[in-house]
């Protein structure tokens, strides 16, 4: 069956420190890949999505990035974060579009 | 993208029936329609979709108008566990677009015991 991996749950980060989330997925291939994010009280806002290696699609500039080195693993990154980085972060993923998203657990970012 | 229109909030008995409406008005003809919901501080859950014809699954049942300006998920008995925020989203078919969900504000469901 198919799974998806995000740590750490809980994160908590002064301001202008470097960020790493991870996303793995489990049991597909060639899947595709999204981040959300969601501040405190507000909707899903999505940040980047990936249809393959190497192929990423940014939906908001700001100061995040993201990579996926390999077909399963998907990498939210920055090198400096900002106050208004804070909220809950989702790794997603898909195999087509008569399929539905399922979304991993979620990684609540605060920083301080 | 095609915009969703949602209540903002609704709420229902337990073990009754609970229907939530959705207006896109804007949908393309191949763009599917999805329906999650997101229950506090956890990731949003698939819940069903479909494209034209109504759907049913073990989770609940998906009622599309036939011209598919609107559509309504049915929760045919609701439970405490069903209390969360649903979104209805129209999907774009990433051959005619970029592949994404964009999700909205949702309604708010609180299932009164």
């Known amino acids: 069956s198919q799974t998806i991996h995000q740590w750490p749950a809980t994160l908590v980060q002064p301001v202008g420190s470097p960020l790493s989330l991870e996303c793995t997925v489990e049991?597909?291939?060639?899947?595709?890949l999204y981040w959300y994010r969601q501040a405190a009280g507000r909707g899903l806002q999505l940040l980047f999505y990936?249809?393959?290696?190497?192929?990423i699609s940014s939906e908001v500039p700001q100061n995040l990035s993201a990579s996926r080195p390999q077909d399963r693993q998907f990498i939210l990154s920055s090198k400096k974060l900002l106050l208004s980085d804070s909220g809950f972060y989702l790794c997603?993923?898909?195999?087509?579009?008569?399929?539905?998203?399922?979304f991993g657990s979620g990684t609540r970012l605060t920083v301080v | 993208d095609a915009k969703t229109t949602q209540p903002n909030s609704m709420e229902s008995n337990e073990e009754e029936p609970v229907h939530l409406p959705c207006n896109h008005s804007?949908?393309?003809?191949?763009?599917?329609i999805h329906w999650y919901r997101q229950l506090p501080s956890q990731g949003p859950e698939y819940v069903i979709h479909?494209?034209?014809s109504n759907v049913n699954n073990r989770m609940a049942s998906l009622a599309i108008a036939e011209d598919r300006k609107s559509s309504t998920l049915i929760l045919h008995r609701a439970t405490l566990r069903d209390a969360a925020v649903y979104y209805c989203?129209?999907?774009?078919?990433?051959?005619?677009?970029?592949?994404?969900?964009?999700f909205g504000t949702g309604t708010r469901l609180t299932i009164i015991p």
């Open positions: 997603a993923w898909s195999v087509g579009l008569n399929y539905g998203y399922t």
């Open positions: 049991g597909t291939s060639n899947p595709n």
């Open positions: 990936s249809v393959g290696i190497g192929q």
């Open positions: 804007t949908i393309s003809g191949t763009d599917y």
């Open positions: 479909g494209l034209t």
């Open positions: 989203i129209p999907r774009v078919n990433p051959n005619f677009g970029n592949e994404k969900l964009t």
